[in-house]
């Protein structure tokens, strides 16, 4: 399995920018594809972003939509999160994730490795 840790996390004010990363290890980063999730406090862990092996597929969640841009450079082994115009309801703990079936959608179970998580805090 690869080994994912997840990068960039911080206190924001709304409107702001951030970029997480995640640095993944262990296997070709390539054969993977990899997805963004968030989980708020005492809400469920929700898809934000999925981003397909080569990058030429993506997929985002409606809320982030125009906001957020998932990128991968697989030279480097890192997957990327640009967030512009960040808003209170995007404070969470964002975790990547990777799966080998080039799936990009919002199913948890799809992803077989995550990463421990970064803190997103975005104030109003």
């Known amino acids: 399995q690869v080994q994912l840790v997840e990068s960039g996390g911080g206190l924001v004010q709304a409107g702001g920018s951030l970029t997480l990363s995640c640095a993944a290890s262990?296997?070709?980063?390539?054969?993977?594809?990899m997805g963004w999730f968030r989980q708020a406090p005492g809400k469920e862990r929700a898809f934000v972003a999925g981003?397909?092996?080569?990058?030429?597929?993506?997929l985002y969640a409606d809320s982030v939509k125009g906001r957020f841009t998932i990128v991968r450079d697989n030279a480097k082994s890192t997957l990327y999160l640009q967030m512009n115009s960040l808003k209170p309801e995007d404070t969470a703990v964002y975790y990547c994730?990777?799966?080998?079936?080039?799936?990009?959608?919002?199913?948890?179970?799809?992803?077989?490795?995550w990463g421990q998580g970064t803190q997103v805090t975005v104030s109003s």
């Open positions: 262990g296997r070709t980063f390539s054969s993977y594809a």
């Open positions: 994730a990777a799966n080998t079936r080039n799936y990009i959608g919002s199913n948890r179970p799809s992803y077989d490795s």
């Open positions: 981003i397909s092996w080569s990058g030429g597929s993506t």
